[in-house]
């Protein structure tokens, strides 16, 4: 079995259980802090993804293809200087972002989030900045050289510290008031970071080729073009995932501003956009982590076929991505848009928030693909690009959330417009860019077959939820209406034959059994 599809496969498995692992966490948190604790931990948790997007500074891509380069010259040397630059460019940004958050916190708190308790979640956030600094790195080495099984599980580990400590600390320290609460979930994250970096440090310890202490400071001092190739990379992928993290920093804002001006007030706002982001949101983002281990896989996969020029290589992986993206995706879509209110019943004891499910559910086809084209461009050298599609797609994102959300028709319904439009735009942008660069076949016919599986699938899944009623109770409806259009999507992909033999065949444990 191919690399690609090996570490894809590996990812697959470690995303499905962080996810599941992650909508437990969700569950709790929302069980434990109710929608206005949701609110305050989702208000502040855009600025830990902006801080960690400076501190990464894009390195992790640029790690994992160089990597990936070296290692099919065999230059070790050269690996270990990778690794020696990566590291001492995160550690020099985590010992100034540190500080700066902390001093930074009581202003963002009560002038931009015009909420001061949000203060406390921002301040919990500090201690990740280091932990991250370092994993981060060590994640893009470890994909450089296509083993994606330490990514994997450092993910799993960090999830579970986060559901072991979720209950726990934010029963602690409710009684003290819902910030407190929101800033030990807070907490509860950055716990799950270090254990991921302990479990990281150790296996690169007992798998490293090379002494990375032994002439340390001696390799980062002649690193200087190692740094140059890096930051060809690094600083455009940064850029777009810099754009990404500043447009959702100032999504908050944007909204609570925008609502405040249609006349709601800010604990009503706060609990609105804690049900778009903290209880919609998530399930949307669900069948993310198919796409987020395909990009992953992708980079190091496709610049090593980009290295040796293997055109030809590079097309069949795309359109392999692609297709996959969509399968999966579609199956997401039908099942979010056919059981929105169920799901939201079992996971929240609360209906609110499906609305945003239906809404947006039909549009998240073009969210799964985004991540998988993004890697594509990264891998061939059009980070660039790939930045100026972001950067397009933030302001026409902030630009209808502040135009919709402001006006009382809409309220928080015109932010989750807005996220839609930024999202399918970028999307386009991303495929337009690809399509320049890289020649393959777009067969409408298989997409043709897809929706009419995706519709069958779904209208099924309606009339087993509404008509087989194996129990009063609601788990076992949704269980059987999930199962009957699982069962009935994979039975169509294979009589239609969007699913290939061969595919199936390379898929470890499953293979075997066809």
Same mark, same amino acid.
């Given at each position: ?13 470690? $995303? ?7 909508? %437990? ?60 630059? =990566? ?37 919990? &956030?500090?201690? #990740? ?62 716990? $799950? ?49 810099? %754009? ?8 908050? %804002? ?11 007030? #800010? ?39 980009? =290295? ?5 290589? %590079? ?24 059981? #929105? ?7 929240? $004891? ?55 959300? =402001? ?60 008509? &087989? ?46």
């Amino acid at each position: 079995m191919s690399k690609f599809l090996k570490g894809t496969f590996i990812l697959l498995i470690a $995303g499905l259980i962080t996810r599941v692992l992650g909508f %437990i966490y969700r569950i709790v948190l929302a069980r434990s802090i109710g929608e206005e604790g949701v609110g305050l931990y989702m208000m502040a948790y855009p600025t830990f993804i902006l801080v960690v997007t400076i501190t990464q500074l894009g390195l992790p891509v640029a790690i994992s293809k160089n990597i990936a380069e070296a290692e099919a010259r065999g230059d070790y040397a050269e690996i270990k200087k990778i690794l020696v630059v =990566s590291l001492a460019t995160t550690i020099s940004l985590s010992i100034i972002l540190t500080p700066v958050i902390i001093l930074l916190a009581p202003i963002l708190a009560t002038t931009l989030f015009t909420d001061p308790r949000t203060y406390y979640p921002l301040i919990a &956030i500090a201690p #990740a900045i280091p932990i991250i600094a370092v994993s981060s790195v060590l994640r893009g080495y470890f994909q450089g050289r296509q083993n994606m099984r330490p990514s994997a599980v450092s993910q799993i580990l960090e999830q579970g510290v986060r559901i072991t400590l979720i209950a726990v600390m934010t029963k602690a320290f409710l009684p003290y008031g819902v910030q407190y609460a929101a800033a030990a979930a807070m907490a509860a994250s950055v716990l $799950g970071e270090l254990l991921s970096l302990v479990y990281l440090m150790t296996t690169f310890k007992l798998k490293k080729r090379f002494p990375l202490r032994k002439n340390f400071f001696q390799f980062a001092h002649k690193g200087k073009k190692t740094f140059q190739d890096l930051m060809k990379i690094a600083l455009p992928t940064m850029g777009s995932r810099m %754009i990404g993290s500043v447009a959702w920093f100032f999504e908050p %804002i944007v909204v609570a501003h925008s609502l405040a001006l249609a006349g709601v007030l #800010a604990v009503n706002g706060t609990k609105q956009y804690g049900l778009l982001t903290g209880y919609a949101m998530p399930l949307l983002m669900l069948p993310s982590f198919v796409t987020f281990s395909l990009a992953t896989s992708l980079v190091p996969a496709i610049s090593e076929a980009n =290295s040796r020029n293997n055109h030809k290589l %590079i097309a069949y992986r795309l359109q392999q991505a692609l297709r996959l993206t969509f399968l999966t995706g579609g199956l997401a879509v039908i099942v979010l848009y056919v059981l #929105a209110d169920p799901l939201m019943q079992l996971m929240y $004891g609360s209906t609110k928030g499906s609305y945003f499910i239906r809404l947006m559910a039909p549009f998240f086809l073009f969210f799964y693909y985004q991540g998988p084209l993004q890697a594509v461009l990264q891998a061939l050298n059009l980070a660039r690009a790939a930045m100026i599609n972001s950067l397009i797609g933030a302001v026409v994102k902030t630009a209808v959330i502040f135009f919709l959300a =402001s006006q009382a028709s809409f309220g928080i319904t015109g932010a989750a417009l807005g996220i839609i439009v930024g999202f399918v735009l970028v999307t386009i942008l991303h495929f337009a860019t690809v399509l320049k660069k890289v020649t393959f076949p777009f067969y409408i016919g298989d997409y043709f077959k897809g929706f009419l599986v995706m519709g069958a699938s779904g209208w099924l899944g309606y009339w087993l939820f509404e008509n &087989i009623l194996l129990s009063e109770h609601l788990l076992v409806r949704v269980l059987t209406s999930i199962t009957g259009m699982g069962i009935s999507y994979l039975v169509m992909l294979l009589l239609f034959g969007l699913i290939k033999k061969d595919e199936i065949h390379r898929i470890p444990w499953i293979g075997k059994l066809f």
